[in-house]
C-alpha cells in the first residue's frame, strides 16, 4: 500500500509540473507576441526577427 501512495504522489507531482510547464509556455508565447506587435509598429526587424525566432523555437 505504501508503494502505491509513494508512486501516486510521484505521478501527481509529474501531472503538478506538466500543467506549470504548459502556463509558462501559454504565457511566453502572449508575451512574445505583443513584443513582436511592438517591433513590428516600430518598424524594429531585428528585434522582429529575434522574438519570431524565440517563438518558433518555442513551439515546436
Known amino acids: 500500500m505504501d508503494q502505491m501512495k509513494v508512486t501516486y504522489e510521484v505521478m501527481l507531482g509529474l501531472a503538478a ?8 509556455k501559454k504565457y511566453r508565447a502572449e508575451k512574445l507576441h505583443c513584443e513582436i506587435d511592438s517591433a513590428l509598429a ?9 522574438l519570431t525566432e524565440e517563438l518558433r523555437t518555442l513551439e515546436k
Open 17 to 24: 509540473e506538466m500543467v506549470w510547464d504548459e502556463a509558462l
Open 42 to 50: 516600430k518598424g524594429d526587424e531585428e528585434a522582429f526577427r529575434l
